[in-house]
């Protein structure tokens, strides 16, 4: 059973940026595509970001400028860079892979965005 370890998250005035990390406890090469999601209350949970193993990327469109996502093969960990950020970017932040999660998620890291 794969495993998801999220961090990086708390409270930031807007504009300001964060960085989130996950470790992943098997090889993220033989997983595939990553991605990062994110829950809000009463909302679904929504695919936010997305690179290949290779270089391909894919953002949600609120997110497309200000929003990178990274990975390092070689440590299993996956990463994502959010500057300018706005308080519609509240949310629990999860890694997983990107199409077809796994059903084994993180406990998620919760990013607040208020002044």
């Known amino acids: 059973q794969v495993q998801f370890v999220e961090s990086g998250g708390g409270l930031v005035q807007p504009g300001g940026s964060l960085r989130l990390s996950c470790a992943v406890s098997?090889?993220?090469?033989?997983?595939?595509?990553m991605g990062w999601f994110r829950q809000s209350p009463g909302k679904q949970r929504e695919l936010v970001a997305s690179?290949?193993?290779?270089?391909?990327?894919s953002y949600l469109d609120s997110v497309k400028g200000r929003f990178t996502i990274s990975r390092d093969n070689t440590k299993n960990t996956v990463s994502l860079q959010m500057n300018t950020l706005k308080p519609e970017d509240t949310a629990v932040y999860y890694c997983?892979?990107?199409?077809?999660?796994?059903?084994?998620w993180g406990q998620g890291t919760q990013v607040t965005v208020s002044s």
């Open positions: 098997r090889s993220i090469i033989s997983i595939g595509t």
């Open positions: 997983n892979r990107a199409w077809a999660p796994y059903s084994s």
């Open positions: 690179r290949t193993n290779g270089e391909t990327t």
